[in-house]
């Protein structure tokens, strides 16, 4: 591959400083990203920050025939841009992205830092949904006759399921009482609870199911983030919720701070949600700004 790639540098005059890209670049680091077995949400997100990078370099000419010439000195503005339109989180994770590409096509020079983020040690409570809210969403959606969305707000509330973790509730599963769940190269159990496991299972005798998914649509696809998002937000009006605190990422959030107020234990709640890095937990467990004003208000320190 790399002989191909020299050859390559020699027919378009490529520098050591300055190397092409072509579109067979993309669809052979998509092809790559297959083969590493990543999930097909992180592959339609690197694809879509690396098409973006690749058509930002198209539209400044930054390069003669086919392809575009790009160097760390043409990638630098292109992260600068990125910071004036997405917050600081979203950038770096297109620039996770980028560095992967960079990576894949043998350029580990051209890799860019990432923007450092100030840990943040409280949660935006104008997007936090709260336990009251969650329940209205359910008692609306039950009063909607909406039986499969009421079932698949409480499993996801209830385990702390990612979406794309859904396709691991199956009728299997239920009977077991257990979860094997296959996510981010990595392998995790979720024990279900008494209570949800009897509404999953009746759930299944009515629907008459025999085997595999539980939650999938009427043309028997798994259920994904759009389908979901979309029924959610029907709620908002009925439930007297923000559609703003509509998105079902939200629902895994309100599990972890729940779980945490009331074990407090940081390293059990990674586990159970699948974290690799207990830095990422504890951006499930902050605090609102309003939460922290009770608790210092809570030590009784000013007479």
């Known amino acids: 591959m790399e002989n191909e790639r020299m050859r390559e540098r020699e027919r378009v005059g490529e520098s050591r400083t300055e190397r092409r890209i072509i ?14 077995e990543r999930a097909a949400a992180t592959i339609s997100k690197y694809m879509h920050d ?11 000419s930054m390069g003669n025939g086919e392809g575009c010439l790009v160097s760390k000195e043409k990638i630098l503005p292109f992260k600068e841009q990125l910071i004036h339109r997405y917050q600081i989180r979203s950038v770096n994770s297109m620039l ?8 894949f096509m043998g350029w580990g020079d ?14 935006e409570e104008e997007k936090e949904l709260s336990r009251e809210e969650y329940f209205r969403l359910i008692q609306t959606a039950g009063e909607k006759k909406k039986e499969r ?47 949800l496991q009897r509404k999953l299972s009746a759930y299944i005798r009515r629907m008459h199911l025999k085997q595999g998914e539980i939650f999938i649509t009427k043309s028997g696809k798994s259920l994904d983030r759009s389908n979901i ?38 390293v059990k709640l990674a586990a159970i949600m699948g974290h690799s890095s207990m830095e990422t937990t504890r951006i499930y467990t902050a605090v609102s700004g309003q939460e922290c004003r009770r608790q210092m208000e809570a030590l009784r320190l000013v007479l």
């Open 23 to 36: 579109r067979q670049d993309l669809e052979r680091y998509h092809a790559y990203l297959i083969q590493e």
């Open 50 to 60: 690396v098409r973006m990078f690749y058509e930002y370099l198209s539209r400044n």
């Open 96 to 103: 996770a992205a980028l560095n992967s590409f960079l990576t």
């Open 110 to 123: 051209f890799r860019v830092k990432f923007f450092k983020v100030q840990a943040q040690l409280f949660s």
């Open 149 to 195: 969305l009421v079932l698949v707000l409480q499993t996801l509330c209830g385990l702390g399921l990612r979406i794309s973790e859904l396709k691991a509730v199956t009728v299997e599963a239920v009977k077991d009482g257990k979860l094997q769940i296959y996510n981010k190269g990595k392998s995790r159990l979720v024990w279900l609870g008494k209570p």
């Open 229 to 266: 998002w979309r029924e959610m937000k029907h709620l908002c009006e009925d439930a007297k919720v923000p559609c703003r605190k509509i998105f079902p990422h939200n629902l895994r959030h309100l599990f972890a701070r729940t779980f945490y107020e009331m074990r407090k234990d940081v």
